[in-house]
């Protein structure tokens, strides 16, 4: 076979460019990690020993409520339905949005709008180090 068939002189037509491209988005693909598109994104909130008996802690950066009741850990999304802000947990148990003012109930319930979906609970886990995980893909009853 000569150069000119097997166009080895560095010419590369249409459908060699095209193949080429394929193979190279194929090959970037199979590369990616699949936790990008898995279900599940655990994040640590911190130590088990961080976390007060009968009350919670705020993770502002990934606005979660972390609560604690003896051994046992509950997690809610503290991101507002309605735009996405903070919320703010009240002297009455309830959340205040201080961006729209939408009220939610001690349970994440919504009270007054402009929010017309409840807040979001999230699967907690502790690990054999203390360290409390929290699942903030998931979505619980609270």
């Not at 735009?83 to 309830?94: I, K, M, N, T, Y």
């Amino acid at each position: 076979m000569s150069c000119k068939d097997r166009n080895c002189g560095g010419n590369v037509n249409r459908r060699g460019f095209i193949g080429f491209i394929v193979s190279v988005i194929a090959s970037i693909s199979a590369l990616t990690p699949l936790a990008a598109f898995s279900k599940e994104k655990w994040v640590s909130v911190g130590k088990r020993d961080d976390f007060t008996d009968g009350g919670f802690n705020v993770i502002e950066g990934e606005k979660i409520f972390v609560f604690r009741k003896g051994d046992s850990f509950s997690a809610m999304s503290g991101k507002c339905t309605h735009f996405g802000c903070l919320v703010e947990r009240q002297a009455d148990g309830s959340f205040l949005c201080p961006c729209h003012a939408s009220v939610f109930d001690g349970k994440g319930g919504v009270k007054k709008g402009p929010a017309k979906k409840d807040l979001v609970w999230h699967n907690v886990k502790v690990m054999p180090t203390g360290e409390v995980m929290v699942d903030v893909k998931s979505e619980v009853a609270p």
